[in-house]
């Protein structure tokens, strides 16, 4: 039984086959007996086919052998991060809409084709050397982004000042609302997801990876929060716990180990499974905000969404990526709003209901049907490849600590939508100049931080 001895690649397949099955049967027993009863409007509905479940749960296995358990590049990371937090929910959540007006199999079949292509892409194609990394100094490149850094921060606290409040759960769409009515800059505008989802996360992984400078961490909590207290998007709380989580949990001698990601997800569905079975699946209060956030905004609507475009895309007109800035300089947009009200409006009726969705669903489904999802995974895959150039695997275990909420924000915008507006270009250029070359592996009892990064950035 060689095979089965801790450390052995088959020993860790295992566990991760294991908790890849019980995420499934909690997100599947969360959906059915809570989720479609409480939300079916909102794209929760639930009719039972069996061969599309069948379908789903033979995919989502079949990934669970093919992904590398041992995680050497940015791309694994990247695809284990997107397995599990878009992957799953949409072909789980399509298998049970009941949507008649597309064939559900040939959407799961394409969002898996496409998942296909982003994790084989990077292991086929290889990009030369990113060599400009090394001709900035960390040290300079520090300077200069703590500067812009405490610039915007001035910039953004100046814009929305008479707006801004700590807002409890039931007032975060008051103040939500209160942040899309206000008349604001562009800048300002831009400044909520680069803050948020690029220099805040940044801050936080550089204090926790490097002793002498723990201040980051106070500096990135309280940019968090302040950009919070003026848009109150829930998800940049839930990047905080994630990012902390990661850390701690699943970095592993310096290592990120792809059996402790996956029972990170097992914890986090079993939380809101745990509150709906003490509340008899009827939570109020406190315990309806925390099921809410963990279960429908953290996972839930990532996969529910899918088939909500898939339904509205149907018989609304595809935007052929006219959606994306660039593009509709050359083809015309069909709508007037953005496509998250076109897909709402077809969901709940009316005008003012934003369903923003993943990149498989605006990038892939609203712009060129099933097709369009195939050719996004294409994009990924070789923007992954060229990634995989600029995190080398001593950069790894910062470089996904740092990429965790713009991963999470592929579950809820478009990819071209993330990369611009969502910080993600700048996530890559702090990646590439501002991560310095860690010097040894972290040790059994010794903190990773000790060890894979120099006590100060300067070298």
Not at 172 to 186: E, K, L, P, V
Not at 321 to 333: A, E, K, P, R
Request: hydrophobic share 55%; glycine share 8%.
């Amino acid at each position: 039984m060689e095979y089965l001895r801790p450390g052995n690649i088959s020993y860790a397949r295992m566990f991760v086959l294991l908790w890849v099955a019980v995420y499934v049967i909690m997100f599947v027993d969360v959906y059915i007996d809570w989720a479609s009863v409480s939300f079916f409007y909102l794209g929760f509905s639930y009719v039972y086919n069996e061969n599309d479940a069948v379908l789903a749960y033979c995919i989502i296995a079949a990934f669970a052998f093919i992904l590398p358990v041992s995680i050497k590049r940015y791309s694994d990371f990247f695809c284990w991060m997107l397995y599990l937090t878009i992957f799953i929910p949409s072909v789980l959540i399509v298998a049970r809409q009941g949507y008649t007006s597309f064939e559900a199999s040939w959407l799961i079949v394409s969002v898996a084709a496409s998942f296909f292509l982003i994790v084989y892409i990077p292991k086929m194609i290889h990009f030369k050397s990113y060599s400009l990394i090394r001709q900035v100094s960390v040290t300079t490149f520090f300077f200069f982004f703590l500067a812009f850094y405490l610039a915007a921060i001035a910039f953004y606290v100046a814009t929305y000042r008479g707006m801004m409040s700590l807002s409890g759960m039931d007032e975060i769409y008051d103040q939500r609302a209160r942040f899309g009515s206000a008349q604001t800059s562009t800048l300002a505008l831009y400044l909520t997801g680069w803050l948020s989802n690029a220099m805040n996360p940044y801050l936080l992984a550089v204090g926790l990876f490097d002793r002498t400078r723990r201040w980051a961490i106070a500096l990135g909590l309280v940019g968090q929060i302040l950009v919070f207290m003026a848009f109150a998007g829930k998800m940049m709380l839930v990047i905080l716990i994630v990012t902390f989580g990661f850390y701690f949990f699943v970095l592993s001698k310096g290592r990120i180990a792809a059996s402790r990601l996956a029972f990170g997800f097992v914890a986090l569905t079993f939380s809101a499974l745990a509150i709906l079975i003490a509340t008899n699946y009827q939570p109020v209060g406190p315990a309806m905000d925390t099921v809410a956030l963990i279960y429908m905004r953290t996972l839930g609507i990532q996969g529910a969404m899918t088939g909500v475009y898939a339904d509205a895309f149907s018989v609304n007109p595809l935007t052929y990526w006219s959606h994306v800035n660039i593009i509709n300089m050359i083809i015309d947009y069909p709508y007037k709003v953005p496509l998250g009200y076109v897909a709402g409006a077809h969901l709940v009726g009316g005008s003012g209901f934003n369903a923003n969705a993943n990149f498989w669903a605006t990038d892939g489904v609203a712009a060129y049907g099933l097709a369009g999802v195939v050719i996004m995974g294409v994009v990924l895959g070789l923007l992954l490849s060229l990634a995989n150039k600029v995190v080398t695997p001593d950069r790894l275990p910062f470089a996904a600590t740092v990429s965790i909420p713009f991963i999470m924000s592929l579950g809820n915008s478009s990819l071209f939508t993330s990369l611009i507006t969502g910080g993600g270009l700048i996530m890559v250029m702090m990646i590439a100049y501002g991560v310095p070359q860690p010097q040894a592996p972290r040790q059994q009892g010794i903190a990773y931080r000790d060890h894979a990064m120099p006590s100060r950035l300067s070298k």
